[in-house]
């Protein structure tokens, strides 16, 4: 998928939203506290292979109009310059039509203790629930910007279910990342060895305001594709298996 193909499907979300537009579900704002063994995005590491522990908000404004908020612990990963925190501001509009939630936003990426390492994303996303299993296709572009060394692209697909009569819900998912390059090392903070697939699978149990769960997280990146002396290395980009507890109220 191109960046012209992903600016058309935006537009065309942006379409739907004015002519098939239905009444919103009531939104509430909402906390999580999470920590994992290790922050991963897109299936790379953020925070240097290690533990991290991470905080998330959402926002509601009005019907359709919420605020995402987050900040997640780095370990001094050399992914975003040795940055101690990445926070995460991102509005997103949402209108429900046909069955489908369509939403679309931005996204900011800012890296507290590093300068220079802060991007901004254009989102969207068209998520359908189809009796217990939800679908999800994403799509986040990232227009050319010095701190990530040009553009960069990245569309999904996923899928959840709950088990019947288990207290159990299986998620998995696949992911595409592309874009240009104008300086290679920053480039590879975001694409390391370039244009790559990620993928993983996990199970997660839930009871009141808990949950814990346990995910398998892998990437198509060969290690002989990656430049090790790009002041960006990271060499958490292969398989892991991650566990975490969340905390939502």
């Known amino acids: ?26 939104a509430s704002a909402s ?11 897109r299936g790379l590491s953020w925070s240097d292979g290690k533990p991290a522990l991470s905080v998330f908000a ?16 780095l370990r001094d ?9 990445a926070l995460t501001i991102a509005p997103r509009y949402t209108v429900y039509t046909g069955g489908f939630a369509l939403s679309a936003g931005a996204r900011g990426n800012v890296f507290i203790g590093r300068s220079g390492m802060t991007y901004a994303e254009i989102t969207g996303e068209v998520a359908r629930t189809i009796g217990p299993v ?12 010095d701190s990530i060394g ?3 692209l990245h569309v999904d697909a996923s899928a959840s279910a709950g088990i019947p009569g288990l207290p159990f819900t299986l998620y998995g998912g696949v992911g ?11 480039s590879a903070r975001l694409r390391p060895g370039g244009t790559y697939t990620d993928y993983h699978l996990g199970i997660e149990r839930s009871r009141a305001l808990l949950s814990v769960g346990v995910r398998y997280s892998d990437t198509s990146i060969g290690k002989n ?3 090790r002396l790009s002041p960006y290395y990271d060499q958490h980009f292969g398989s892991r298996i991650v566990g975490y507890l969340r905390i939502s109220t």
């Open 1 to 26: 998928m191109n960046t012209r193909v992903c600016c058309w499907t935006i537009a065309a979300c942006g379409a739907l939203f004015t002519v098939g537009a239905q009444a919103q579900p009531v």
């Open 31 to 41: 906390v999580s506290l999470e920590a994992e063994t290790d922050r991963r995005e």
């Open 58 to 73: 959402t926002v509601p404004s009005g019907d359709a109009l919420a605020f995402d908020l987050g900040a997640a612990t």
């Open 77 to 85: 990963s050399a992914r975003h310059g040795g940055a101690d925190v």
């Open 134 to 145: 939800q679908l999800v296709l994403g799509a986040d572009f990232a227009p050319s910007q």
């Open 150 to 152: 040009g553009h960069n």
């Open 176 to 186: 595409r990342t592309s874009g240009s390059s104008r300086d290679d090392a920053r």
């Open 225 to 227: 594709e990656v430049d």
